[in-house]
């Protein structure tokens, strides 16, 4: 079997194509095609179209017209003419003839669609059509209707846990509900959260008292005794806590900055996270406490945690 060539036309610097050789002749009888454009199988070697021999053969078979030996020149013209026209002509029907005659096609150029009669089967899957997408909008906006519902929820709940939630005691310096911050300095007394910033209490007995989160900034507690207190969080900082009884005391997160501690006894004391930037530690006796990293201090640190 025969395998026809695909040819690739080329006219100045435009390309197109494949085309079969049939569709070629029938462009060049047509004037769409030159013989001076050029024509590739392989788009590597280009030949101009009239120097083709298959081209060529084909044109002078189209070219060649049948008729009586007499016949004048008009009667060959005329052949030509509708050589050409039958291989311009298309292969499917004037769609204007197909509109004249189809009342669907002329339903949908022209505004005669109201002259045709709707059948009862169109009429229902019309209004079943409607039905199903009326019911589609509604659930779409129920839908939609509860998201912004759910969403305003949310929105409200997230504004009254931030801005609604009752004020927490120690963030405005209230004292704790059995705090007695006007009771003198004296074994076991509650100090929590009381404000003592710059108080003079020097040698004072606050043994097991509770100082948690207490304030005694700049405070006097020198030769004062405090062992097993309860000074978790309790401000010291700038503190004098010089030659100070601090056995077992609890200073978890206790702010010792710039504090005073030259000589205190701070045996077994814990001092977990608390923070001595810049204190003065020379003498101080730190025999098994815990240190402020978790390390266990020996029985003979004396002036830093060994």
């Known amino acids: ?22 569709l070629i002749c029938r462009d060049l009888m047509l004037g769409r095609v030159q013989a001076s454009d050029e024509a590739s199988v392989d788009q590597v070697f280009w030949s101009p179209v009239g120097e083709v021999p298959d081209f060529k053969e084909r044109i002078k078979v189209k ?7 007499d016949s004048p020149m008009d009667w060959y013209e005329e052949r030509r003419k509708a050589a050409l026209r039958w291989a311009d002509e298309r292969h499917s029907r004037d769609r204007r003839d197909v509109i004249e005659t189809n009342p669907f096609m002329m339903n949908k150029r022209r505004a005669d669609r109201r002259l045709l009669t709707e059948s009862a089967e169109w009429a229902a899957l019309r209004l079943r059509h409607a039905e199903w997408e009326a019911e589609l909008k ?3 906006d129920r839908f939609f209707g509860v998201a912004m519902v759910l969403l305003a929820l949310l929105a409200l709940a997230v504004y009254a846990v931030f801005n609604l939630a009752p004020v927490n005691p120690v963030k405005v310096g209230f004292h704790g509900p059995y705090a007695a911050c006007s009771e003198p300095a004296a074994s076991q007394v509650n100090w929590a959260r009381c404000d003592k910033n710059g108080a003079w209490l ?3 007995d606050l043994t097991s008292a509770l100082l948690s989160e207490a304030r005694f ?8 005794n405090l062992s097993y207190a309860n000074l978790t969080g309790a401000d010291l900082s700038f503190a004098n806590l010089q030659q100070t009884k601090l056995i077992g005391a609890n200073l978890t997160s206790a702010n010792l900055t710039y504090a005073e501690l030259r000589d205190a ?12 930037d810049a204190a003065t530690l020379i003498g101080a006796r730190l025999d098994d406490a815990t240190w402020v990293d978790g390390r266990h201090c020996v029985a003979i640190s004396v002036g830093e945690c060994k």
């Open 202 to 204: 020097k040698g004072v």
């Open 265 to 276: 006894d701070l045996r077994h004391a814990d001092l977990r996270g608390a923070k001595l």
């Open 1 to 22: 079997m025969k395998t026809q060539n695909l040819w690739f036309l080329r006219h100045g610097e435009q390309v197109s194509g494949p085309f079969p050789a049939k």
């Open 138 to 140: 509604y659930r779409r």
């Open 63 to 69: 070219q060649r017209v049948v008729g009586p030996a």
């Open 217 to 224: 900034n700049a405070a006097n507690l020198s030769h004062s």
